[in-house]
């Protein structure tokens, strides 16, 4: 376990640095939304995948976003994370991805990889991607179960088998979404990602969220809580290269237990996206809402957005909950995550106090 003195003075060193880049932000992470079409039906969805009906921002303004980037703030340092919806059921994906690894980006997607075939492996090599992450969201029953597509599991463990057998690519990644039905899983997961050359297995739980508000049966308990991060820092301990997601502080005995570093939401001050229909947000899992829209790439710099707006995310959430702002964690937790912030109520929809620590 690492020590607690020193985990205070790193929390303490970011806690400064983040205050800095409310200032300053320094574009990290630059989310392309390529799709809300998807071809699983996943009961966790933060998106509601299939549910939502938009017209698709068209492939040349994702190549101005990148042609702009390129020549103001530069392609160094930053990484163009791919997303949906499935990413590959966009036809002009390869157009606009060769397009960025033309210009010298870095690139890499999250996909359940059940359309990855060897001619479509070969293709992401040849596009340069440099990471994947592929949802495998607990055993073959389970995951077809939760994802409402049945062989899906098969075509997915296909789809790692392709890219680890392409080979080339810095990191292939899986992650699982644990619920309150699949905890029980994990032993057994580890077991089967044991034998495969991925290159890590993030596993994170359930969040409140999009669809999963509507079955909140899956939701984690408090002893799944416990369990879940027991299990990933055992895990750590025994050298093995499983971790939990970015989301949540998690208290000085489990923060830089279970990931290489320490929490700190990033939307905003490192991390922007352009959303399939062309808005500009932060985050892709925060909630939808109007006046968290800082503008359109139609119609709006992308650039000029990101240095002059998104104000609403460059300040502590904690300031707006009067229970918040009086917890002595404040100053480490911020209020927590905005994709799992109730705007309305003004409070968190998940807090890890009196269940971590």
Sequence with gaps: MFDVNIKKENLEALRKHRETLFKEPKLKNLFFEMTLRCNENCLHCGSRCN??????????????????????????????????????????????????????????????????????AHKLKEAGMRTISVSIDGLEKTHDEFRRTPGGYKKAMAGINNLIEEGGFKHIQVTTVV????????????????????????????????????????????????????????????????????????????????????????????????????????????ERRPELVQGNVRTDSFVDTWLNKFQAFRRDLCDDNEKCSKCPDKDYCHGGAFHSWDFDNKKPLVCFKDVLF
């Design 51 to 120: 549910e939502v009906k938009v017209e698709e921002l068209p492939a040349e303004y994702y190549m101005r976003v990148l042609d702009e980037v390129k020549e103001k703030l530069g392609t160094g340092g930053k990484m163009i994370d791919v997303t949906g919806g499935e990413p590959l059921l966009r036809k002009e994906f390869f157009d606009i991805m060769n397009y960025a690894h033309k210009l010298g980006f870095s690139w890499g997607m999250t996909s359940n990889a059940t359309l990855i075939d060897k001619e479509c």
């Design 179 to 286: 619920t309150h039905k699949s905890i029980n899983e994990l032993d057994e997961l580890y077991k089967i990602f044991d034998k495969m050359d991925i290159d890590s297995w993030r596993v994170i739980g359930i969040e409140p969220m999009g669809r999963a508000k509507d079955y909140p049966e899956l939701l984690l308990t408090a002893e799944d809580q416990k369990y879940l991060f027991e299990f990933i820092r055992n895990m750590r301990i025994k050298g093995e290269p499983v971790c939990y997601g970015c989301s949540h502080y998690l208290g000085l005995e489990y923060e830089r237990e279970v990931r290489d570093w320490y929490y700190i939401c990033t939307a905003g001050i490192y991390t922007a996206s352009v959303a399939c229909n062309g808005d500009i947000l932060a985050c892709l899992d925060i």
